[in-house]
Protein backbone atom coordinates (compact mmCIF):
# COMPACT_ATOMS: atom_id res chain seq x y z
CA UNK A 1 0.00 0.00 0.00
CA UNK A 2 0.83 3.65 -1.15
CA UNK A 3 2.49 5.48 2.21
CA UNK A 4 0.03 8.45 1.17
CA UNK A 5 -2.97 5.65 1.32
CA UNK A 6 -2.47 4.29 4.61
CA UNK A 7 -5.13 4.61 7.39
CA UNK A 8 -2.18 6.64 9.69
CA UNK A 9 -1.10 8.73 6.89
CA UNK A 10 -4.56 10.20 5.99
CA UNK A 11 -5.42 10.39 9.59
CA UNK A 12 -2.55 12.57 10.38
CA UNK A 13 -3.06 14.75 7.37
CA UNK A 14 -6.68 15.34 8.05
CA UNK A 15 -8.07 18.73 8.55
CA UNK A 16 -8.39 20.19 12.22
CA UNK A 17 -11.93 19.55 12.22
CA UNK A 18 -11.91 15.77 10.25
CA UNK A 19 -8.98 15.00 12.95
CA UNK A 20 -11.25 16.70 15.65
CA UNK A 21 -14.09 14.38 15.07
CA UNK A 22 -12.15 11.30 15.00
CA UNK A 23 -10.87 12.31 18.45
CA UNK A 24 -14.41 12.42 19.70
CA UNK A 25 -15.07 8.89 18.30
CA UNK A 26 -11.89 7.12 19.64
CA UNK A 27 -12.92 9.11 22.99
CA UNK A 28 -16.42 7.88 22.85
CA UNK A 29 -15.03 4.22 21.81
CA UNK A 30 -12.73 3.85 24.22
CA UNK A 31 -15.65 5.01 27.03
CA UNK A 32 -18.37 2.76 25.71
CA UNK A 33 -16.02 -0.11 26.22
CA UNK A 34 -15.36 0.76 29.37
CA UNK A 35 -19.26 1.07 30.33
CA UNK A 36 -19.42 -2.52 28.64
CA UNK A 37 -16.88 -4.68 30.89
CA UNK A 38 -18.10 -2.67 33.76
CA UNK A 39 -21.61 -3.59 33.13
CA UNK A 40 -21.10 -6.89 32.20
CA UNK A 41 -19.69 -7.55 35.29
CA UNK A 42 -22.38 -5.77 37.15
CA UNK A 43 -25.10 -7.88 35.65
CA UNK A 44 -22.98 -11.50 36.36
CA UNK A 45 -22.52 -10.37 39.38
CA UNK A 46 -26.25 -9.52 40.21
CA UNK A 47 -27.54 -12.31 38.79
CA UNK A 48 -25.37 -14.81 40.99
CA UNK A 49 -26.28 -12.81 43.89
CA UNK A 50 -29.88 -13.13 42.87
CA UNK A 51 -29.95 -16.89 42.25
CA UNK A 52 -27.88 -17.33 45.42
CA UNK A 53 -30.27 -14.97 47.87
CA UNK A 54 -33.24 -17.14 46.60
CA UNK A 55 -32.29 -20.32 47.18
CA UNK A 56 -31.56 -19.69 50.73
CA UNK A 57 -35.25 -17.52 50.88
CA UNK A 58 -37.02 -20.39 49.62
CA UNK A 59 -34.86 -22.97 52.06
CA UNK A 60 -37.34 -22.59 54.77
CA UNK A 61 -34.78 -20.33 56.71
CA UNK A 62 -36.68 -18.04 59.57
CA UNK A 63 -37.23 -15.23 58.09
CA UNK A 64 -35.83 -12.87 61.24
CA UNK A 65 -32.59 -14.99 60.93
CA UNK A 66 -32.38 -14.26 57.56
CA UNK A 67 -32.69 -10.45 58.27
CA UNK A 68 -30.12 -10.73 61.00
CA UNK A 69 -27.80 -12.79 58.65
CA UNK A 70 -28.11 -9.79 55.79
CA UNK A 71 -25.25 -7.67 55.31
CA UNK A 72 -26.06 -3.38 56.14
CA UNK A 73 -28.51 -1.84 53.62
CA UNK A 74 -26.08 -0.52 51.71
CA UNK A 75 -24.09 -3.46 51.29
CA UNK A 76 -27.10 -5.41 49.98
CA UNK A 77 -28.26 -5.62 46.28
CA UNK A 78 -31.45 -7.04 43.85
CA UNK A 79 -33.73 -9.31 46.12
CA UNK A 80 -31.77 -8.82 49.46
CA UNK A 81 -31.85 -5.31 48.81
CA UNK A 82 -35.92 -5.66 48.39
CA UNK A 83 -36.21 -7.81 51.67
CA UNK A 84 -34.38 -6.30 53.90
CA UNK A 85 -35.93 -3.14 52.77
CA UNK A 86 -39.69 -4.49 52.94
CA UNK A 87 -38.89 -6.67 56.69
CA UNK A 88 -37.40 -3.74 58.21
CA UNK A 89 -40.40 -1.75 57.41
CA UNK A 90 -42.61 -4.82 58.71
CA UNK A 91 -41.07 -5.17 62.06
CA UNK A 92 -41.13 -1.34 62.18
CA UNK A 93 -44.92 -0.69 61.61
CA UNK A 94 -46.00 -3.86 63.91
CA UNK A 95 -45.53 -2.29 66.64
CA UNK A 96 -46.92 0.77 65.72
CA UNK A 97 -50.15 -0.24 64.38
CA UNK A 98 -52.56 -3.16 64.85
CA UNK A 99 -53.91 -2.37 60.75
CA UNK A 100 -52.77 -5.01 58.16
CA UNK A 101 -53.54 -2.64 55.23
CA UNK A 102 -51.48 0.22 56.87
CA UNK A 103 -48.75 -2.65 57.13
CA UNK A 104 -49.05 -4.42 54.45
CA UNK A 105 -49.21 -0.52 52.13
CA UNK A 106 -45.85 0.65 53.98
CA UNK A 107 -43.87 -2.71 53.29
CA UNK A 108 -44.94 -2.30 49.72
CA UNK A 109 -44.15 1.58 49.83
CA UNK A 110 -40.68 0.40 50.88
CA UNK A 111 -39.66 -2.28 48.69
CA UNK A 112 -41.31 0.05 45.60
CA UNK A 113 -38.03 2.13 46.84
CA UNK A 114 -35.86 -0.36 46.72
CA UNK A 115 -36.96 -1.49 43.70
CA UNK A 116 -36.32 1.95 42.32
CA UNK A 117 -33.21 2.14 43.78
CA UNK A 118 -32.30 -1.16 42.36
CA UNK A 119 -32.98 -0.39 38.52
CA UNK A 120 -30.90 3.04 39.14
CA UNK A 121 -28.30 0.72 39.60
CA UNK A 122 -28.94 -1.62 37.16
CA UNK A 123 -29.14 0.88 34.34
CA UNK A 124 -26.56 3.10 35.37
CA UNK A 125 -24.37 4.18 32.04
CA UNK A 126 -26.53 2.53 29.73
CA UNK A 127 -28.01 6.47 28.51
CA UNK A 128 -23.99 6.62 27.69
CA UNK A 129 -23.80 3.79 25.56
CA UNK A 130 -27.32 4.74 24.11
CA UNK A 131 -25.99 8.39 23.03
CA UNK A 132 -22.43 6.67 21.71
CA UNK A 133 -24.77 4.05 19.63
CA UNK A 134 -27.32 6.88 18.07
CA UNK A 135 -24.90 10.03 17.79
CA UNK A 136 -21.29 8.16 16.78
CA UNK A 137 -22.57 7.29 12.98
CA UNK A 138 -23.46 11.38 12.56
CA UNK A 139 -20.52 12.74 14.04
CA UNK A 140 -18.74 10.50 11.51
CA UNK A 141 -20.90 11.67 8.33
CA UNK A 142 -20.35 15.22 9.84
CA UNK A 143 -16.25 14.67 9.58
CA UNK A 144 -17.00 13.13 5.98
CA UNK A 145 -18.92 15.67 4.61
CA UNK A 146 -16.35 18.18 6.22
CA UNK A 147 -13.54 16.46 4.00
CA UNK A 148 -15.01 16.06 1.14
CA UNK A 149 -15.77 19.70 1.44
CA UNK A 150 -12.30 20.44 1.65
CA UNK A 151 -11.18 18.48 -1.17
CA UNK A 152 -13.54 19.67 -3.49
CA UNK A 153 -11.61 23.24 -2.39
CA UNK A 154 -8.73 22.48 -3.07
CA UNK A 155 -9.56 20.50 -5.99
CA UNK A 156 -10.87 23.86 -7.53
CA UNK A 157 -7.88 25.21 -6.82
CA UNK A 158 -5.92 22.58 -9.27
CA UNK A 159 -5.35 22.92 -12.71
CA UNK A 160 -6.07 18.81 -13.13
CA UNK A 161 -8.04 16.58 -10.96
CA UNK A 162 -7.12 13.02 -11.66
CA UNK A 163 -8.00 9.89 -9.43
CA UNK A 164 -4.67 9.76 -8.19
CA UNK A 165 -5.35 13.01 -6.78
CA UNK A 166 -9.31 12.65 -5.63
CA UNK A 167 -8.29 9.07 -3.82
CA UNK A 168 -6.60 10.27 -1.09
CA UNK A 169 -8.76 13.32 0.16
CA UNK A 170 -11.39 11.02 -0.57
CA UNK A 171 -10.28 8.10 2.16
CA UNK A 172 -9.36 10.30 4.41
CA UNK A 173 -12.81 11.72 4.84
CA UNK A 174 -14.36 8.03 4.85
CA UNK A 175 -12.20 7.13 7.67
CA UNK A 176 -14.66 9.86 9.87
CA UNK A 177 -17.92 7.50 9.04
CA UNK A 178 -15.75 4.19 9.66
CA UNK A 179 -14.68 5.72 12.90
CA UNK A 180 -18.41 6.55 13.64
CA UNK A 181 -19.42 2.90 12.63
CA UNK A 182 -16.52 1.05 14.71
CA UNK A 183 -18.18 3.35 17.89
CA UNK A 184 -21.83 2.97 17.27
CA UNK A 185 -21.76 -1.03 15.83
CA UNK A 186 -20.69 -2.38 19.88
CA UNK A 187 -22.51 0.25 21.74
CA UNK A 188 -25.57 -0.94 20.05
CA UNK A 189 -25.34 -4.74 20.13
CA UNK A 190 -24.26 -4.32 24.20
CA UNK A 191 -26.88 -1.53 24.67
CA UNK A 192 -29.66 -3.76 23.66
CA UNK A 193 -28.14 -7.09 25.49
CA UNK A 194 -27.41 -4.93 29.09
CA UNK A 195 -30.93 -3.46 29.01
CA UNK A 196 -32.65 -6.54 27.80
CA UNK A 197 -30.71 -7.90 30.83
CA UNK A 198 -31.54 -5.57 33.46
CA UNK A 199 -34.87 -5.52 32.53
CA UNK A 200 -35.20 -9.81 33.17
CA UNK A 201 -33.11 -8.84 36.73
CA UNK A 202 -35.99 -6.08 37.39
CA UNK A 203 -38.45 -8.65 36.73
CA UNK A 204 -37.24 -11.07 38.88
CA UNK A 205 -36.54 -8.91 41.75
CA UNK A 206 -40.82 -7.52 41.36
CA UNK A 207 -41.75 -11.08 41.27
CA UNK A 208 -39.63 -11.58 44.54
CA UNK A 209 -41.12 -8.42 46.05
CA UNK A 210 -45.12 -9.49 44.98
CA UNK A 211 -44.16 -13.10 46.43
CA UNK A 212 -42.89 -11.39 49.83
CA UNK A 213 -45.55 -9.51 50.03
CA UNK A 214 -48.18 -12.46 49.74
CA UNK A 215 -45.77 -13.99 52.55
CA UNK A 216 -46.16 -11.05 55.23
CA UNK A 217 -50.22 -10.88 54.16
CA UNK A 218 -50.32 -14.52 55.09
CA UNK A 219 -48.15 -13.72 58.27
CA UNK A 220 -50.40 -10.82 59.45
CA UNK A 221 -53.60 -13.06 58.62
CA UNK A 222 -52.64 -16.22 60.55
CA UNK A 223 -51.72 -13.64 63.32
CA UNK A 224 -54.90 -12.14 63.27
CA UNK A 225 -56.97 -15.28 63.79
CA UNK A 226 -54.54 -16.40 66.67
CA UNK A 227 -55.43 -13.03 68.45
CA UNK A 228 -59.34 -13.98 67.62
CA UNK A 229 -59.05 -17.23 69.21
Known sequence: MNDSMSIPHLIM??????????????????????????????MRRARRTHQAFEERFWSGVDLNELYRDTPAEQETQGAEHVFRAGFREFNRLLTKTRSPEAILDGVQRSMRVAWSREEDRLTLHLVFLATVASASPYIGLFGTVWGIMGSFQSLSMAQQATLATVAPWIAEALIATAMGLFAAIPAVIFYNRLSAESGRLLGKYEDFAEEFHSILHRNLQGRGDADAA
Open 13 to 42: SASTVVQLVMLILTIGSILSWVVIFQRTFV
